[in-house]
C-alpha cells in the first residue's frame, strides 16, 4: 500500500531519531512510525564531481549526463573464475532498497512504489542498475529498515548499508560510527558480521561457516559482497565460484576499507546495469541465473535499485519515497 503523505525534508532528524531507537532497541514498531518521502529538490553532496575520463584498469558501464556513473573490472579468483566487480561512482548515483514480495516479510509496514518488489514508474527513467541483497530473515542475516519500519531488529557491529533520505549510501559496521547525522538510517540492510572493517579483513575470513550455509557444504561457491572506499564509491562484487577471502581480497585491492558480504546462493546473485538512465538493463555476473529485466517484473526477494543522481540544480521530477 502507498505510505503517508510526507513532511518536509526539515523533518528527517525526528524521523532519524524515531527509527534509530527502535532499532537499536530491538522494539516492535508499528506501521504508524513516521515515514518521509525525498526532497522534490536535492542537492549534491559537497564531494560530488564530473567523472568524463576513465580510470586505468576500469571500464565504463554507465553514464549519466553528469560523466561515468557506473564503472566495472574484472579479476580472477584462486581457482581460475571469473570475479565481477562494479563500482557506483559516489555523487553519481542513489540508491533504493526494494522489499521483495517474500523475504524480507514485511508485516504491517508501508511498503511504497518506490520501496516495492518491482521498480516503480517513478524510478524506471532513471535506473542504471538493480543488485541482489542480502541473505533471508530465517538465516538472521540482521537488521532490515525500510523508511524508519524495522522489520527485523538491527544487530550492532553488523556489517551494515545505510541508505538516507535521498538516496545516499554507505556501508559500515552499526555501532562504530554508523549511523550518524551524515548517514541516516531510514534504510537499512544487514548481514552478518563485516568482511572488512576500517580497512581491516575480518578474522573469520578463512572461516567458511562463519559466512552461512553453502549448497552441498561447498566452500567455494557463488558469493556477493558490496564495500565502500575512502572516496565514497560504492563497490559491488560477485562470483559463481570463490571464497570469502577472494571476496575481501579483491575489495581490498580497489581500496575498499569497509565491507559486507551479500548472498551467496547462485540463483539470487544478480548484478544488472544500464548504459544510459532508464536503458535495458544488461547481465554482469558470468554465469548469473537472475533474467536481467528481473526487478523490473517483480522479484520475490529484496534488492537494490541504482538511480542516476538528480542534476545538482535541478529539481526531482517527483516525490519518491
Same mark, same amino acid.
Given at each position: 500500500?502507498?505510505?503517508p503523505d510526507l ?20 522494539? /516492535?514498531?508499528? @506501521? ?137 549510501? /554507505? ?52 558469493? /556477493? ?15 559463481m565460484s570463490t ?25 539470487t546473485l544478480q ?20 533474467? /536481467? ?11 537494490? @535499485?541504482?538511480?542516476? @543522481? ?12
Amino acid at each position: 500500500m502507498s505510505s503517508p503523505d510526507l513532511a518536509p525534508a526539515i523533518r528527517r532528524a525526528g524521523v532519524l531519531v524515531a527509527s534509530v531507537a527502535c532499532a537499536i532497541a530491538a522494539a /516492535s514498531c508499528s @506501521a504508524t512510525v513516521t515515514t518521509a518521502r525525498r526532497a522534490t529538490t536535492e542537492q549534491a553532496p559537497a564531494t560530488t564531481t564530473t567523472t568524463a575520463v576513465e580510470q586505468n584498469g576500469w571500464t565504463t558501464l554507465s553514464r549519466s549526463t553528469r560523466g561515468i556513473a557506473i564503472d566495472l573490472r574484472t579479476l580472477t579468483t584462486t581457482d581460475g573464475s571469473a570475479m565481477t566487480l562494479v563500482r557506483f561512482l559516489a555523487g553519481q548515483v542513489t540508491f533504493d532498497l526494494h522489499i521483495g514480495s517474500l523475504e524480507p516479510p514485511s508485516g504491517t509496514a508501508a511498503i511504497g512504489p518506490d520501496s516495492a518488489p518491482t521498480i516503480s514508474a517513478s524510478e524506471a527513467p532513471s535506473v542504471l542498475a538493480c543488485f541482489n541483497s542480502g541473505f533471508k530473515v530465517h538465516d538472521h542475516p540482521g537488521g532490515i529498515v525500510t523508511w524508519g519500519q524495522p522489520l527485523t531488529p538491527v544487530v550492532p557491529g553488523f556489517g551494515t548499508l545505510v541508505i538516507d533520505a535521498a538516496g545516499h549510501p /554507505s556501508v559500515g559496521v552499526w555501532g562504530q560510527g554508523m549511523p550518524s547525522t551524515r548517514d541516516p538510517a531510514l534504510n537499512v540492510r544487514q548481514n552478518l558480521q563485516p568482511l572488512i572493517a576500517q580497512g581491516q579483513v575480518s578474522p573469520q575470513v578463512g572461516v567458511i561457516a562463519a559466512w552461512g550455509f553453502t549448497y552441498g557444504g561447498g566452500s567455494r561457491v557463488a558469493r /556477493s559482497a558490496l564495500g565502500e572506499d575512502a572516496s565514497g564509491n560504492i563497490v559491488y562484487v560477485a562470483s559463481m565460484s570463490t571464497l570469502p577471502v577472494d571476496l575481501a581480497t579483491a575489495l581490498v585491492s580497489v581500496g575498499v576499507v569497509n565491507a559486507m558480504q551479500l548472498d551467496i546462493n547462485p540463483a539470487t546473485l544478480q548484478m544488472d546495469t544500464a548504459s544510459s538512465p532508464g536503458g535495458p538493463l544488461v547481465a554482469r555476473i558470468p554465469g548469473q541465473q537472475h533474467p /536481467s529485466d528481473q526487478c523490473q517484473v517483480g522479484s520475490t526477494r529484496d534488492f537494490i @535499485a541504482v538511480l542516476a @543522481a538528480p542534476a545538482p540544480t535541478k529539481a526531482h521530477a517527483s516525490a519518491r519515497q
